[in-house]
């Protein structure tokens, strides 16, 4: 499908720049493409025109005043919100920045438990104590739909100091439940809200997607235009309500922020913001659903509801796992977002779906013609944390006498390490932790099943780092 987009200030800035046939004696060392041969040069050489530096006319993404500037009005305005910044970082420079500039070292914050680990990094840094409130489950996927009013509700009676709120809003599989109302909760309290909206740069395309954390009423939102808008990967938003706070973002991007950013990226966050401009009014989310309800009818019981109709799911066939299905569908030359023990993710496009409808309809129909579907579960998908954990990050491990140990004498133990499943890049314990049986069990099927782990150290040689004991080095 091909989109008139119109105007995208800092991209026609690069263009026109690239058709005076420039003479680069500056950085970037390529010197716009050319100092590459073929087959490379086929690649990056088109690319590799945009590919500059803070030249004159080009704007300076540390202090705009040009292009860049009026890109990111354009894209507060299309958002909705008072300021807008461009992230070449992800979500992850987001999510640092906007905590380090809202919170300071022993402050209180309520956190819902199934963040992206880039969430609990940025608690890490700052040194805030953290209290981690549970999400709700679905009872017919054991996948998560987001927290309740109800449980930040109870975050607050159990410590009435909390001074900000830091929920993740859609899930990995597309997940809100009710935000709308745990933000209201929050802010019946007085505190500032925060959402990782990473996987919602599309939400405000069409009233018809789940509601958007900026909508709802949070006060900084991060998001990551190139999940689902046609942006390069590493392109992010941060989000503020209030040119307020302005000053104190800048701050920390300054510090988080490399000072020599790649305009490619800047250019396609500018082309994201103004392509979702165009869909506006196309009624994407209803194509989308009622490309849903198509793979309902070919492949009876194999799709899971969840409230964005871009993400598909889908469970895998009995007597398969998901990684396996997968591997299934990457023989089809269909290429999936994750998998868990049970599901398969699909992102679809942001298109109309007689584009594509008829190369993944077909394929799915075939797979799952004569598998017997389960609908039912023995195991969540993520397993239960406690309703409300208190955890503080101002006591870190530093210098503690630490140990391996086989992941099956590991109960009890305090974990010496994070242990991320990834996808989806939740941690399920964070350093200090106890080994609980439940999600012990959990880490070996997740193993046994082909799932992997980040940021653990020798958990594929089935060992766990964990603190020593008082008395062992003794």
């Not at 003479?23 to 100092?35: A, E, F, Q, T, W």
């Not at 292009?67 to 507060?76: K, N, P, S, T, Y």
Request: glycine fraction near 8%.
């Amino acid at each position: 499908m091909n989109v008139m987009i119109g105007y995208c200030p800092l991209i026609e800035k690069l263009e026109a720049h690239n058709e005076q046939n420039p003479v680069s004696m500056h950085v970037p060392g390529h010197k716009n493409g050319r100092l590459l041969s073929p087959p490379y040069s086929t690649y990056f050489e088109q690319v590799m025109q945009l590919d500059q530096t803070e030249l004159k006319g080009l704007d300076d993404l540390h202090a705009p005043m040009g292009a860049i500037l009026e890109a990111e009005h354009l894209a507060a305005e299309q958002y909705g919100c008072g300021r807008t910044f461009f992230l070449v970082g992800g979500s992850t420079l987001g999510n640092l920045t906007m905590i380090l500039a809202f919170f300071e070292r022993g402050d209180r914050v309520l956190v819902q438990r199934d963040v992206h680990h880039s969430v609990i990094h940025g608690l890490e840094l700052a040194g805030v104590e953290a209290v981690f409130i549970s999400p709700d489950y679905d009872k017919y996927s054991g996948l998560t739909i987001g927290v309740s009013k109800a449980s930040v509700a109870y975050g607050f009676e159990s410590y009435p100091d909390i001074q900000g709120v830091l929920l993740s809003s859609p899930s990995y599989y597309g997940n809100v439940g009710d935000l709308k109302g745990a933000i209201d909760e929050a802010k019946s309290h007085e505190a500032y809200v925060f959402v990782d909206e990473a996987h919602g740069a599309h939400l405000h395309i069409d009233a018809e997607f789940p509601i958007s954390a900026l909508a709802a009423g949070a006060d900084a939102v991060v998001q990551s235009a190139h999940k689902t808008l046609p942006a390069l990967t590493m392109g992010a938003f941060l989000h503020l309500r209030s040119t307020e706070h302005e000053a104190r973002c800048r701050y920390w991007l300054h510090r988080l922020q490399t000072s020599s950013p790649s305009y490619p990226i800047l250019a396609s966050l500018d082309v994201a913001r103004a392509f979702s401009a165009s869909m506006c009014g196309k009624k994407i989310a209803s194509q989308l659903d009622a490309f849903q309800k198509s793979v309902d009818e070919a492949c009876p019981a194999a799709r899971v509801k969840n409230d964005d109709p871009l993400k598909l799911i889908l469970r895998a066939p009995a007597g398969w796992n998901g990684w396996e299905w997968e591997d299934r569908l990457n023989k089809e030359q269909i290429y999936v977002e994750l998998s868990d023990r049970r599901h398969v993710l699909l992102v679809l496009p942001l298109e109309s779906p007689d584009l594509w409808k008829h190369t993944i309809l077909p394929v799915l129909t075939s797979l799952y013609e004569g598998e017997h579907m389960e609908t039912t579960f023995d195991e969540m998908v993520f397993p239960p944390f406690p309703s409300v954990e208190r955890y503080s990050f101002s006591k870190k491990l530093e210098n503690q006498d630490v140990e391996t140990v086989s992941v099956k004498n590991a109960e009890g133990r305090r974990i010496a390490e994070e242990i991320i499943p990834y996808p989806p890049g939740i941690p399920l314990w964070m350093e200090g932790e106890m080994i609980d049986q439940p999600r012990l069990q959990f880490l070996c099927n997740w193993l046994a099943s082909g799932g992997r782990i980040q940021a653990a150290s020798r958990i594929y040689e089935g060992r766990l780092l964990v603190r020593k004991e008082v008395g062992e080095n003794e």
